[in-house]
């Protein structure tokens, strides 16, 4: 059963390559309510990213549990956003559209979904356990698990 799901920032819950009026990156319309169903089921949320996300202008932040911001590799960040959820890695789902970030969750036990909504990256030799075509692909994942 799945207790936590992270993502990862750009081109998941925020697009680099679409830009809104200040030429700043746009959230993905359906990240709020993405984040708020997965809470309502009791799942905890976080947001694992390289730089340290403006989460907070995109009225996020109230909808995650944790942020880990860190140029650390793979999969540090990570595990110590399950450390700080208190969640072990076996019982998080990991959200990316890059296949590299997937296989680093991947090899700590962690469920993982490639996110397709924005671009998709087609690495060989990659294989998500689930490939997500919109955000609410995420939350039918994690039913599907509970079952």
Known sequence: M??????????TLVSDGDADDDGGPTVLASAQALLEALRARGIKTGLVARTSP????????????VIVASEETAPGPILHACRELAVEPAATMFVSDDLVDVQEAANVGMTTV????????????????????????????????AR
Not at 2 to 11: P, T
Not at 54 to 65: I, K, M, N, V
């Open 2 to 11: 799945i207790e936590a799901v992270l993502f990862d920032w750009a081109d």
């Open 54 to 65: 403006a989460a907070g202008a995109f009225g996020l932040s109230t909808h995650l549990d």
């Open 114 to 145: 490639q996110a397709l909504w924005f671009s998709a990256d087609d690495t060989p030799g990659i294989e998500p356990d689930f490939m997500a075509f919109t955000p609410m692909d995420v939350l039918n994942a994690v039913r599907r698990l």
